[in-house]
């Protein structure tokens, strides 16, 4: 008997992280008016050199599988590349046409960090790299 109320105890506890974690946020925020528009995710690496570069162009490459497997349209607006070999990325606009594209990627903005040690880091320090996504709803 004490198992089985120790078993459900802890299946009740996994219920309630995961209810506070996805379902309270979304009744304490009312619902956006915009979330059904397409949008325009803006993509800028910031501090960590090259391999920042290649974080921004890792994270570009996820934003457009996951726009694609929503079913929605994705474009490259404008990219500019790393200049000296390295296939990272600068910066770039990526247009994201479908319907609630803004409202799943709109908590996307902001900066994102990523640590990790390069393949081509010698010594196994890791890096620490920096980017800025930033997502506005497409004008009409």
Known sequence: ????????????????KSLLSSTLPTLLLPPSTESELSCIVELKSGSGGDEAALFASELMQMYIRY????????SV?????????VEGLRDAQLEIKGAGAYGKLRWE????????????????????STMAVIVSIIPS
């Open 1 to 16: 008997m004490r198992e089985m109320a120790t078993s459900e105890v802890a299946s009740l506890r996994s219920s309630v």
């Open 67 to 74: 726009a694609s497997l929503q079913g929605w349209k994705v």
């Open 77 to 85: 607006m404008e990219e500019s590349r790393m200049g000296n070999g």
């Open 109 to 128: 903005s902001g900066v994102h960090r990523v640590q990790r040690v390069p393949a081509t880091e010698k010594a196994g320090r890791t890096h620490t």
